[in-house]
Structures are given as structure tokens and as C-alpha cells.
């Protein structure tokens, strides 16, 4: 490893690479000429010993696991951090030839030349990203708890028999009566796993309701819409963060990975499918929503009237497509519920129509 860095001048550029144990770094002058590199490990102590007796710096690094907390370091030694978005930057395809060393030299002559070519990104907050981090760990219980479900209920099927229908919460005591005697040694203790996963799952939802109700209240007014609850709208507050980095709130579609891709030349412009930057859990959560309001039990009002005026067109995957155009739409409505303060009406867009033709 290198030995804490000689100091250089404030107008330098560096790249830093991280990985997981060590990182790459890499620095040009205000000219473009190399000025240093080094290997440093990935622990907050060395990026103190090599960049905490430093001007302030820019420090181009790209999003990843490690880029929240050492982006937060080196802010607070007083350096510029850049945080680039790879998918952005590269697309579907990566550069031929790349390694730590050559990451490194990119981002820090792309951070020197244009910080638009890195297209930027903001972390979220340390106590929000600890607060998503709850509902990111409901997610993954809730998953576990689906797998053991339907093993449970393929097993009993494979011997002739049948669990009969319930909810999730209630699987672990109706499969205990139905469970036939033989398969009884394999599955009880499966059993006393759902049963305690989904006592986790309650745990986690008595969080989730002290968060809204303590921290983010403006999650309670989200909740208007049919089909958007606790889980929903903490999930969009925390995501999304401030409401007023969007100039529009059309713009929060494409933040969710909501809109198609975009890849037109001269007369060529093909219908593609959705992006799906941004964050996946958030978006699973507005489809599945858009897919309550679709489906039986939905109200009526103008999200879902959008959703079924698609589903009429006919073709394959319309279903989809309006499912995931609602959702859209109710990123949108959720944006401006924050921002407005004003209370949801169901039916807007049709009252308006209504006017117009009196």
C-alpha cells in the first residue's frame, strides 16, 4: 500500500476506484496531466491517512456498496465528491478494456472535463438510508416466507393432498391441521419458521407505522390513493427524499424506471421497453400498487380508468403495459400530493372533462 499522499494543489481531479478490500486512485492537474496513483484499503482510517491532510480536492468515485459511507468521509475532510452513475455513464456496455488502474484514470479525466458526462447522483441521508433499510429488510423476510409457502404447498401436492386457501398469516396454523402424517417429519419444522417469520413481518410493520407516525408524516397523507399503503408511501418518502429536486413531477416516472428507453435516430424511433433505472424495490412497489387498483377490489377513479383505457388496446402484455403506465401516473400523483398539500380527488381529471362539456 502507498504511504499517506504528499500534498498537491487544490485544483486536482482524482479517481477513485473502490473495491472491496482496495482502491485504485488516481489524480490529474487542472492540465490533465498525471499526477499521482496509488492503492489505498478501503477502510475509513486509510482514506483518512491518505486524504484527510489535503486541499480540498475533487473526487470522482462511482455509486456502488461502499460509495454512501466513503463519499460521507471524504466530504467531511472537506473534498468535492462526485458520485458517478455507471449505468448512465456506460449504458448496457461496458469499455473494452478497463481494470482498477484504467477505471480509476477515467473517472477522474471525466470528473476534470465535464461532471455532466458522469450524470451525478445524491445520496440519501445516513437516517434515511437506515430507515429504508427497514423496509428493505421486510422485503426480504416476506420473500423467504413466499419460498417456504409454496415448497410447503408443492410438497403436500406432490402426495395427493391440498393447503387449503388462506392468507399468508394464517398458512402456518391451517397447514399444521392438513399436512398429512408422512410428510409431517419434513414440514412441521418449516412451519415453525413461517409462524416466525411472519411474527417478524408484524414487528417490522409496527416499525413501519412508528416511522410514519414520529418522522415522515407525510406518508400518511400518501396514503390516499386506494391500493397505496404504509409500505408504499414510506418507501416513495425515503426514495425519493426531497421533492423538490424535480422541476416537475412528471419527471419522477423516469426517477423510478417507469418511462420506455429512449433510442432514436433520423426516422428510426421503436417503441421499447421501460428503462428501470433507478431503484427496483420502489418500483415494484408502485407496479403492485397500480395492480391493486386494476384488479377487483379498486376503486373506481382516474388512475384506474387510465390503466383500463390501455388494457382495451389489446396486444400482448397489455395488461402489463397498463400496469406499469398506472404506476407511472401514481408516482406523479404521490409527487404532487407532497408538494401541494392538497387533499387527493379520485376523480380530477373526469370532473374537469365534465366542466368543460357544461
Known amino acids: 500500500m502507498s504511504s499517506p499522499a504528499m500534498q498537491l494543489p487544490s485544483n486536482v481531479t482524482v479517481g477513485l476506484d473502490l473495491g472491496d478490500k482496495t482502491s485504485r486512485v488516481y489524480a490529474v492537474s487542472a492540465a490533465g496531466d498525471r499526477l499521482r496513483e496509488a492503492t489505498i484499503f478501503t477502510t475509513a482510517a486509510d482514506l483518512t491517512r491518505y486524504f484527510g491532510q489535503q486541499p480540498r480536492w475533487r473526487v470522482v468515485l462511482e455509486v456502488g456498496t461502499h460509495s454512501p459511507w466513503v463519499s460521507r468521509a471524504l466530504a467531511a475532510l472537506g473534498h468535492e465528491v462526485i458520485v458517478a452513475n455507471p449505468s448512465a455513464m456506460y449504458g448496457r456496455k461496458r469499455r473494452r478494456k478497463r481494470n482498477d488502474r484504467l477505471d480509476a484514470e477515467f473517472l477522474a479525466r471525466q470528473g476534470r472535463a465535464d461532471l455532466q458526462l458522469l450524470y451525478p447522483i445524491q445520496h440519501r441521508t445516513p437516517a434515511g438510508q437506515q430507515h429504508l433499510e427497514v423496509l428493505r429488510a421486510r422485503d426480504q423476510v416476506v420473500r423467504v416466507r413466499t419460498k417456504l409457502i409454496n415448497h410447503v404447498r408443492g410438497a403436500v401436492k406432490?402426495?395427493?393432498?391440498?393447503?387449503?386457501?388462506?392468507?399468508?398469516?394464517?398458512?402456518?396454523?391451517?397447514?399444521a391441521l392438513e399436512v398429512p402424517d408422512i410428510l409431517q417429519p419434513a414440514v412441521t419444522p418449516l412451519l415453525g419458521l413461517i409462524a416466525e417469520l411472519t411474527r417478524q413481518i408484524a414487528g417490522f410493520d409496527r416499525q413501519i407505522e412508528r416511522l410514519i407516525a414520529e418522522q415522515y408524516p407525510v406518508a400518511q397523507r400518501l396514503q390516499q390513493p386506494a391500493g397505496v399503503g404504509p409500505l408504499t408511501a414510506l418507501a416513495f418518502v425515503l426514495l425519493v427524499e426531497d421533492p423538490g429536486r424535480f422541476a416537475k413531477s412528471r419527471?419522477?416516472?423516469?426517477?423510478?424506471?417507469?418511462?420506455?428507453?429512449?433510442?432514436?435516430?433520423?426516422?428510426?424511433?421503436?417503441?421499447?421497453?421501460?428503462?428501470?433505472?433507478?431503484?427496483?424495490?420502489?418500483?415494484?412497489?408502485?407496479?403492485?400498487?397500480?395492480?391493486?387498483?386494476?384488479?377487483?377490489?379498486?376503486?373506481?377513479?382516474?388512475?384506474?380508468?387510465?390503466?383500463?383505457?390501455?388494457?382495451?388496446?389489446?396486444?400482448?402484455?397489455?395488461?402489463?403495459?397498463?400496469?406499469?403506465?398506472?404506476?407511472?401516473?401514481?408516482?406523479?400523483?404521490?409527487?404532487?400530493?407532497?408538494?401541494?398539500?392538497?387533499?387527493?380527488?379520485?376523480?380530477?381529471?373526469?370532473?374537469?372533462?365534465?366542466?368543460?362539456?357544461?
Open 158 to 175: 406432490a402426495t395427493g393432498g391440498r393447503i387449503s386457501r388462506c392468507s399468508t398469516d394464517a398458512f402456518a396454523k391451517r397447514a
Open 251 to 358: 419527471d419522477v416516472g423516469a426517477y423510478f424506471g417507469l418511462v420506455p428507453r429512449l433510442d432514436e435516430s433520423s426516422s428510426s424511433q421503436p417503441q421499447l421497453r421501460i428503462s428501470k433505472a433507478g431503484d427496483e424495490f420502489g418500483r415494484r412497489l408502485l407496479v403492485s400498487a397500480a395492480q391493486y387498483m386494476l384488479g377487483p377490489f379498486g376503486l373506481e377513479c382516474d388512475l384506474r380508468r387510465h390503466g383500463e383505457a390501455i388494457a382495451q388496446r389489446g396486444g400482448k402484455n397489455a395488461k402489463k403495459r397498463a400496469a406499469v403506465a398506472v404506476a407511472r401516473k401514481l408516482a406523479v400523483v404521490l409527487h404532487r400530493l407532497w408538494i401541494s398539500d392538497r387533499p387527493y380527488e379520485p376523480d380530477y381529471l373526469q370532473s374537469r372533462r365534465h366542466q368543460h362539456a357544461t
